[in-house]
């Protein structure tokens, strides 16, 4: 049993979506539970219906019907035959963001987001399954709200693990009998039948949640780039693909700000040492990144670069000492606006963080200002080394000029200005 997971890359037109069965044909026979993400931009522009509709701007109904055209469009050139039953599959799951929409708005933000939202992913799934059967590859395409179970923390819903895995080993391994089974990432259902998400680019957690569950060999992530690189091929030229990785290192690596894979993918297939491959969809025979237990050393260095940062320094006077008590206090603060530090450092009177610099940092300022005097520096970048050697840190100082660092054995990190 293996689980895969293709990405809204994988599957953005008719041609990708070919090639992903081309890929799967190389698979028939074996016992694959396969999840698919939103189609390439859909999930961003059905965020953008959300928005529209739970503010009524009266733009809704047109961004939806740009979603639809596009996944129409994308059906009609797969499927010659205007009978399909592909067509109406499409216009019933559409019918139930329509209904969504027409409707005065009474519920919250974020349970109307997971609604409609997560409408993309039945979509896509719905092409993608309609499209294996025809190309006589047999798949049976799963509801994943009939197994992943959450409770009711809408957008970031929290998994209901023992009754998530209860329930993939009764539906799951049946359908395999019969070929494929292909279900939608992202998504949960509540106790109550309401439709959540797992968070942005969630469909990874969704291929690592249902290979805990079901004791998978491995679960494999096919993706735009070749594998797990030393660094972001964008930015640094010498970047080199990593075979192999521990499942330490990549949680390192996602906790710093890489975006391979999504961070909370790790922790329950380690829980079950069931290895992960990322490998590239755009060459499916080369061999990718295999991150498990025993993998060997990495010696070469990892750069993870994180823009959009903001650093804020905190005192409560200026010669009067910070105590646990006050750091105890503004991480109770962070905490509650789901605030995530990438780096500390605290003297006598003050304390630095630096965080990613998003709309809940305003809020939680604003909080800090009535009892801090408060400073803060916008637009820096927060670099992270990995494996880093003198010479390396050394030459990373003198280009960038920080403005603040910080050295372990392991790793270096650095803050400078986004503008230099
Ligand atoms: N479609 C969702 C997103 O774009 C989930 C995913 O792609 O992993 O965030
Ligand atoms: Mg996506």
Request: hydrophobic share 40%; with cysteine; net charge negative.
């Amino acid at each position: 049993m293996k689980v895969f997971k293709f990405g809204g890359a994988s599957v953005k037109d008719a041609t990708s979506i070919k090639n992903v069965a081309d890929i799967l044909k190389q698979y028939q026979g074996e016992e694959i539970t396969i999840v698919v993400s939103a189609m390439g931009k859909t999930t961003s522009r059905l965020h953008a219906v959300v928005d529209a509709y739970f503010h009524q701007t009266g733009e809704a109904a047109d961004l939806l019907s740009e979603v639809s055209a596009f996944h129409y469009d994308v059906a009609k050139e797969l499927f010659a035959d205007e009978q399909h039953p592909i067509f109406s599959t499409l216009s019933d799951t559409l019918i139930e963001i329509e209904w969504v929409i027409e409707d005065p708005v009474q519920d919250s933000y974020d349970y109307i987001y997971d609604q409609i939202v997560s409408m993309g992913e039945f979509l896509s799934t719905r092409i993608v399954a309609a499209w294996l059967q025809a190309s006589q590859i047999s798949c049976t395409w799963l509801d994943v709200r009939d197994v992943i179970a959450t409770d009711n923390t809408y957008r970031a819903a929290q998994v209901d693990m023992p009754l998530t895995i209860k329930r993939a080993k009764q539906v799951i391994p049946p359908l395999l009998k019969s070929g494929f089974v292909l279900t939608q990432g992202f998504v949960g259902g509540t106790s109550e039948n309401f439709t959540t998400t797992l968070g942005l680019e969630g469909s990874d957690y969704t291929g690592a949640l249902l290979a805990h569950s079901l004791d998978a060999k491995e679960l494999r992530v096919w993706k735009d780039v070749p594998g797990i690189l030393t660094a972001d091929p964008k930015r640094f030229d010498d970047a080199i693909l990593l075979p192999e990785l521990r499942y330490r290192e990549a949680v390192e690596m996602t906790y710093y700000g890489a975006k391979v894979i999504h961070p909370k993918t790790i922790k329950p297939l380690a829980d079950k040492d069931i290895p992960l491959v990322v490998c590239s969809f755009k060459e499916p025979s080369a061999e990718g990144t295999i991150i498990k237990r025993n993998a060997k050393d990495v010696t070469s260095p990892i750069k993870v670069v994180a823009p959009n940062q903001i650093v804020i320094s905190i005192s409560t006077g200026q010669l009067d000492y910070i105590s646990e008590q006050h750091i105890s206090h503004v991480f109770t603060l962070l905490f509650e606006h789901r605030l995530k530090v990438n780096m500390s450092h605290h003297t006598a009177v003050s304390l630095t963080i630096c965080l990613d610099d998003t709309s809940a940092v305003k809020s939680f300022l604003e909080l800090v200002e009535a009892d801090y005097i408060v400073k803060y520096k916008q637009d820096l970048t927060l670099m992270t080394i990995r494996h880093c050697s003198d010479e390396l840190a050394v030459q990373a100082r003198e280009q960038h000029n920080p403005l603040l660092e910080k050295r372990t054995e392991t790793t270096y990190q650095l803050v400078y200005s986004s503008n230099e």
